[in-house]
Nanobody, 121 residues
Framework: QVQLMESGGASVLAGGSLRLSCEVS????????MAWFRQVPDAAREVMATIDSDGRTMYADSVKGRFTISQDNAKNTLDLQMNDLKPEDTAMYYC???????????????WGKGTQVTVSA
């Protein structure tokens, strides 16, 4: 069983940056995919970025060029660097392990509890 714990959420001004981190514990296997999602109240959870064990990445159009997903194998973390933040980026952010590589919430198998990001104009 994989356990995930997010950190790094905060309140920032528009145009600012944040780096989220997801601590990964348990056996995730040699071949894996992981992703960052976000969710606002009364809306569906949406995927922002995904990465696999080969280093392939994919991004949602809304964050392409502003967000960067990466993994630190030495620290067992999945990170999300978020630059040029906008008020519409305000959401609870979750990391998840995936059954397959791709931008789909249906691929998620394990979830963290989330970390809140609030961007003010």
């Amino acid at each position: 069983q994989v356990q995930l714990m997010e950190s790094g959420g905060a309140s920032v001004l528009a145009g600012g940056s944040l780096r989220l981190s997801c601590e990964v514990s348990g056996d995730i296997g040699r071949s894996y995919s992981m992703a960052w999602f976000r969710q606002v109240p009364d809306a569906a959870r949406e995927v922002m970025a995904t990465i696999d064990s080969d280093g392939r990445t994919m991004y949602a159009d809304s964050v392409k060029g502003r967000f960067t997903i990466s993994q630190d194998n030495a620290k067992n973390t999945l990170d999300l660097q978020m630059n040029d933040l906008k008020p519409e980026d305000t959401a609870m952010y979750y990391c998840a392990s995936l059954a397959s590589f791709g931008l789909s919430v249906n691929y998620a198998t394990n979830w963290g509890k989330g970390t809140q990001v609030t961007v003010s104009a």
